[in-house]
């Protein structure tokens, strides 16, 4: 009876345990709550240890996940009174999917021109003057309808010939498939069947600056990255850039925009922080690049380029994921400027080993990029 | 020395240490973690999950996983455009065709007429069928089968194998079902150039596995090449330790380590002294950024003088 009660309390905690890791951000699903549950019966959680292993060899799912479960055991299961595991832990229900939205600086802030500030549309915009309007500078309503077609498109990536084999009409001789024929008509000598190549598209890699520099275009950059996401899930990789790395694809593979860049929001710990580019890019050919993600890849970098870092230090690690890629797109909203030039530290550094050099400031600049993607 | 008997009855472990005093048998030297996820998927039945930095000892986990447990050991490496024929079976088509001639130029020398139907179900015989990592696995058991670097394999491929994995069955329609007598113990081990999908992940035990400790280490390399003195294995080990925290473009793992140690030993050194660390670092940096990084900073310093 005893050994029963005991039983469901260890249930309880253990399950009390999962909802807290998954309120911290790991995606603790009840099938791997139930994984937990089974591995703690096979260990026989007596102690600590057996307890720690148990959630974290079932619950957690990729590195990024170690961390934050250490943290949520920790809470968890010591008494210490200064670590209450519940205010720790970010509320997770309030989405704020307009924290991503820029408030526009009052007044004009940096970047912003003066002359552009005049023309305040009040009415819904005629949609082909919009494509062109910088979207920095629009009104809300405006903004919702930028949103609504950058949700439309659809960023794909030219393909490569692999190493697999289709059938096809011509090509060279497919042995297999020709016994095959010959079998069919009890081993009579039959038409040769031919196979070829299959194309598949390349891997899309999206380094995405969301440090303040880059605030008013954060999100339509992101978004920009929702519908790349969506549109290969498997094919396409993005991460937010800023004083960190932070990988965002599994945020944005949600279906609504909204929701993805609400989840992305709270994955990102450096919102419209500074910038150290350097850093960032190292850290995704450290983590990331090196280990395939970008070998081969179309890169694609949005930022203004603007390094607090040194930026011969930039142009070293920007030289390296070129070599890695198989193309380097780089998008600068300033580049569609009137009047800009790329001679800031970071942006002149890196020139000359980007293949393609593309604006990202209004509708249109993201079409341009779309066509660049799929044609690279 | 190589263990007596390798034809023993296969080993259940009865904890995560036993398994670990098993794998310790056999040169293994598993922490905690490691040996306890292991032990969870022998009882579980779950395959395991394995990621870490290069080196790390993932694939040799389940090479040593395998010896331990006195279970047979099939390895499936994948690749980009790897498929089912490639990955379970195929036919050997050229003995097929062999088989279908010689059987009719036997009837035609004894003047018979081949029975079609009977001529085609011999066909597809076991013989003719050649047995894939997969397959065999399934066929030889108990058995630990490693898929590695899964993220290399398309994603179809991938939705391929949760089949195989979950049913632990083939179905080869000309000649039926196999199914394994036990499931065989699944390592995946992957590079994370790709996210695999989560319905694979949730499958499995996912395990992150960390570079050795010091001590660990030491261990490790007296173990597997019992000839270095100690004082060189530590000198490696703590050489290896600072290289680590040097923020290299690819940090050293235990298969370096092991490089390292055996060229020394092999160049008969008893202990580890600047020049001979900068005369054989190319054992354990291969990017020539790292050796300049390693080099600019003073060796006599990495050796912990």
New interface residues.
Partial sequence: MAGAGRERDITEILVGFARTLRSAGV?A?P??VQ?ML??AG??GVADR??AY??G???L????DD?PTYDAAFAAYFTDAPALPPKPQIPAPTVRRPTILFAPRPAGGGAGSDDREETTVASMASDTEVLRYRDIAVLSAAERDEVRRMLSLLAPGAAPRR????QPAARGPVD??GT??R??RQ??EPTRLARRRRRAKPR?LVLLLDVSGSMAPYADALLRFGHAAVRRRP??T?AFTVGTRLTRV??ALRHRDPDVALGAVSRTIPDWHGGTRLADSVKAF????G????A?GAIVVICSDGWERGDPAELAEQVAHLARLAHRLVWVNPHRGKPGYAPLAGGMAAVLPYLDDFVAGHSLASFEELVGVVSRA | MISADTTATPRRPTSAADLASALSDVEYLADDGLATAGYLALRLGRPLFLEGDAGVGKTAFAQALAQATGAHFVRLQCYEGLDAAQALYDWDFTRQILHLRTVEAAAHAAGERPDAAKLEASLYDRRFLIARPLLEALENTPSVLLVDEIDRADDEFEAFLLEVLSEAAISIPELGRVVAAEPPLTVLTSNRTREVHDALKRRCLYHWVEHPSFDREVAILRRRLPDITERLASDVASAIRRMRELDLIKPPGVAESLDWANALATLGARALDPDLAAATLGAVLKYREDAERVRSTDIADLLGA
Wanted: glycine share 6%; net charge positive.
């Fill in positions: 995606d699903t099938d791997r994984a089974r591995a096979a260990l240890e057996s292993w148990a974290r060899l079932t957690c799912g990729e590195p170690i692999t190493r697999r084999l042995p297999r016994v095959r010959m079998l009890a081993g891997r498997t094919l990789e694809t599994r050919l450290d983590r990331w090196r280990r395939g993600t070998r």
